[in-house]
């Protein structure tokens, strides 16, 4: 099955309780790409999840959708894509905001902010820190429904960009299986379709780092080489346009193997333990 479509189901059903919105992101990066931002009604109202715009029509477009008044907004992460309408959808309708205790200083320094620590309850949903992707990740989790949202811990559509020093390759595998040991029905991503087989996807996700991993090692040799001549090697199979994104994707997978004692790091590059 191609990467794109393990695990996933486009247009799959939600729960009643959630609605989903695709908006385009403010963030310059993220120029064009949607940001899916989650709406889950509660015994007392809706809690809005990841805004990505403080454009009027896209906050237009979250309470149009909202089925009772915003009571809460939370931020999976503090990439631009995910906390770019948090400030003004505050604004408009005073609900505070929540989120992972680190993520606070990446927001507006007069938002009302409340932090959610590992195994926290809130509005039904309990509250993992699953960092890896940033470390100021969070992944709520309905344990009877058995679903997930999830941020870009995953995502519907390819694999996710582990970027030093914000990212940790270590981190996100550790955070991939314990999701893996979860037995989840459904994750609701940040980007993507529905995953409707979690297992299958995050087997996929830890199985093709492993393997990415394989051929890190394959590359490095008793020389020291820089990450730019080791990714020739290490991503012999992406096309060359993607060696950007790729090269942050192969520091990652350096910096663990260093940790690891698999990898020494010299001032010419890296190299393989003699």
């Known amino acids: 099955m191609p990467r794109d479509n393990v695990g996933t189901q486009r247009n799959a059903p939600l729960p009643r309780a959630i ?25 007392d109202g809706v809690l809005i999840v990841d805004p990505p715009s403080q454009r009027a029509a896209a906050l237009d477009q ?18 631009p894509d995910h906390i770019g309408g948090v400030a ?14 680190a993520a606070q200083p990446h927001l507006a320094p007069h938002l009302p902010f409340h932090a959610l620590h ?32 999830v941020g870009d811990l995953v995502v519907g559509s ?8 914000e ?21 609701l ?16 996700y830890m199985a093709h780092r492993l393997q990415r991993e394989g051929k890190v090692l394959a590359a490095l040799g008793a020389t020291p080489a820089t990450v730019e001549a080791l990714l020739p090697l290490a991503y012999d199979d992406s096309d060359p346009a993607l060696y950007p994104l790729a090269a942050r ?12 004692g698999r990898a020494v790091r010299h001032e010419a590059g890296w190299s393989t333990v003699l």
């Not at 003004?88 to 205790?101: D, K």
């Not at 991503?189 to 996929?204: C, I, K, Q, R, T």
């Open 19 to 43: 609605t989903r919105l695709s908006i385009v992101a403010d963030a310059p990066l993220f120029a064009g790409l949607a940001t899916h931002c989650y709406g889950v009604a509660t015994g």
């Open 62 to 79: 979250i309470e149009a959708a909202a089925t009772a008044p915003i009571r809460a907004i939370v931020v999976t992460h503090t990439h």
């Open 88 to 101: 003004a959808l505050h604004e408009r309708t005073g609900a505070p905001v929540y989120g992972h205790p």
């Open 118 to 149: 590992e195994g926290d309850q809130f509005a039904g949903w309990q509250i993992w820190q699953t960092p890896g992707h940033r470390a100021d990740s969070i992944t709520l989790i309905d344990e009877q429904e058995r679903i997930a949202i």
């Open 158 to 165: 390819g694999t996710v960009v582990i970027n030093p020093p």
């Open 167 to 187: 990212g940790d390759l270590t981190d996100y595998l550790t955070s991939l299986g314990r999701l893996r040991a979860a037995s989840l029905r459904m994750l």
């Open 189 to 204: 991503p940040g980007h993507g379709p529905v995953v409707v087989d979690p297992a299958a996807l995050l087997d996929y």
């Open 249 to 260: 994707s192969l520091l990652a997978h350096l910096l663990k193997l260093e940790a690891e």
